[in-house]
């Protein structure tokens, strides 16, 4: 069963998706990455501020590759990645509407990714989080890792992506990754305070003002052209690797993986 999102309207001018994947811990699948694209393109009307959460005790537990059959893997999990999940992140990063991340559990790999692209973050006090890269065999975008870098700087990106540990929600909190952290029973409350604040707030100015921080982290990332096509092939090559097609099976089976080196 494919997964899906869920949008209401719990406020005037308010906005809310809730990615529903309950038997895969809120995993994205094709569904549910292009329904945020829909959902964010064009830009809904008479919303000032969106709310995305998880349902149940995950918020997202990443891309959904674990089942993807071996003779169809290394096609089909590139292109899970590269497109759909690629064309999500631009139209949260396009969106001049305001973004709230209700981060209620579970926040991993591509699910903490999602939560980065949007502008601010409220946790739960049990949610959990972590960058699972080292562990399954995958090497990142360097966009997304550039997103990890601006939010939390390079000594923590690499504790994220080189040990792979998860964390607490106050360690995220103490690192930069979310603004701030409550009680798990008070967080749909609290994100949709910051939601009424937000869509309250002179719509001039919060888009203005989230435009002009686009344009000033845009460029800072800017890589020169040979180089990003090398990081770019550098990617590619490891949805071709036995390592990823092994770590993902040792990930689903709850055993340690066991790495060949190619």
């Given amino acids: 069963m494919p997964g ?40 809904p009307e008479g919303v000032r501020c969106i709310v995305i ?49 209700a981060i209620n559990g579970t926040a991993l790999g591509g699910g903490l990714e ?13 949610a959990r989080f972590g960058m699972p ?34 964390i607490s929600a106050q360690t995220a909190a103490d690192w930069g990754l979310v603004n701030d952290v409550v009680t798990d029973e008070a967080l749909m409350s609290a994100a949709l305070d910051w939601a009424g604040e937000l869509a309250g707030n002179a719509p001039l100015s919060v888009r203005g003002n989230k435009r002009v921080l686009r344009e000033l982290e845009r460029a800072q990332a800017a890589l020169d052209p040979a180089v990003e096509r090398e990081l770019l092939e550098l990617r590619a090559a490891c949805f071709e690797s036995e390592d990823l097609r092994e770590g993902v099976d040792a990930f689903a089976q709850k055993r340690a993986p066991r790495w060949q080196g190619r």
């Fill in 114 to 126: 999602l939560a980065l692209a949007c502008d601010l973050r409220v946790a739960a006090a049990g």
């Fill in 4 to 43: 899906r999102l869920i949008e209401d309207r719990p406020a005037d001018g308010i906005l809310r998706l809730t990615i529903s994947n309950p038997t895969k811990g809120g995993a994205l699948d094709h569904e549910i990455l292009r329904a945020i694209t829909a959902a964010l393109e064009p830009e």
């Fill in 133 to 166: 890269p080292a562990k399954l065999g995958v090497v990142y975008s360097h966009t997304g890792l550039q997103r990890f870098v601006e939010a939390v700087g390079f000594p923590r990106t690499r504790e994220l992506f080189l040990v792979g540990r998860r």
């Fill in 53 to 101: 959460t998880g349902e149940g005790r995950h918020f997202c537990a990443g891309y959904d590759i674990a089942e993807i059959p071996d003779d169809v893997f290394a096609v089909e999990a590139e292109r899970l990645v590269a497109h759909p999940f690629a064309d999500a992140l631009r139209a949260l990063d396009a969106t001049d509407v305001p973004v709230v991340a």
